[in-house]
């Protein structure tokens, strides 16, 4: 039974490009959160997504978009690539929604450091 | 009122001791918390969760303490082990809206042998 996987697993770039990072979550599951990990830090919401809509957003700007796939997988892509967005971004995986007592369970993150 | 308040920020415990961590929370319409391990390079864990209308969770050597009144719960790890070293979050996700995990800010806890 695979878990959340999350790739690239590590990715430099510069100030002012793109990246997408992908996300396929656990079997069965099929609402998927992004987080993002501040070194020393703990995880902050960006968005969920459920049945290929965002549901709810965190206090991330709008270069901040994603998507959700037919499959349940999904992406994450940030614009204007600024040196703060270094971290950890963290995918989880649940099932269904408006129900807050369902685990969500977490990939290894992809390591984004903007030089 | 949407944050969740964890410490220490750090913790040194001897081998067979009891590690504790605390948090706090504002925001009543909390109602699922839970806490989650992390080692370096990995995402974070699920290790337990409790909901507000029990006041006690125990599963193996980890317990967590929920006091609904105080808005507050605690980790308990029993026995700690050196392989319990880690980064240690607690978490709560309100019964409204999506299911958005607010963090704590971490415990680093260090098992000494």
């Known amino acids: 039974d695979a878990g959340v996987t999350q790739s690239p697993t590590h990715l430099i770039k510069t100030r002012g490009q793109q990246v997408t990072l992908r996300c396929s979550p656990k079997?069965?599951?099929?609402?998927v959160s992004w987080y993002q990990q501040a070194l020393g830090q703990g995880p902050q919401f960006i968005f969920q997504?459920?049945?290929?809509?965002e549901r709810q957003r965190g206090n991330f700007p709008d270069r901040f978009s994603g998507h959700q796939f037919p499959n349940y997988s999904s992406e994450l892509n940030v614009n204007a690539l600024l040196l703060g967005d270094s971290a950890l971004y963290l995918c989880?995986?649940?099932w269904g929604v408006g129900y807050s007592n369902q685990p969500q369970h977490f990939g290894d993150g992809t390591r984004l450091s903007i030089l | 009122q949407q944050q969740v308040k964890q410490s220490p920020q750090s913790l040194i415990v001897q081998k067979g001791g009891i590690s504790i961590i605390n948090c706090a929370y504002e925001?009543?319409?909390?109602?699922?918390f839970p806490w989650y391990q992390q080692f370096p390079g990995k995402g974070p864990a699920l290790l337990i969760a409790?909901?507000?209308?029990?006041s006690e969770k125990k599963e193996g050597r980890f317990t967590i303490s929920f006091n609904k009144s105080a808005k507050q719960f605690s980790l308990h790890i029993m026995d700690s082990q050196p392989g319990d070293s880690a980064t240690y979050f607690c978490?709560?996700?309100?019964?409204?809206?999506?299911?958005?995990?607010?963090f704590g800010q971490g415990t680093r806890l260090t098992i000494n042998p």
């Open positions: 409790i909901r507000p209308d029990v």
């Open positions: 997504y459920y049945e290929e809509e």
């Open positions: 978490a709560a996700v309100s019964k409204v809206g999506a299911q958005k995990l607010v």
């Open positions: 989880a995986s649940s």
């Open positions: 079997s069965g599951h099929d609402t």
């Open positions: 925001n009543t319409a909390f109602d699922y």
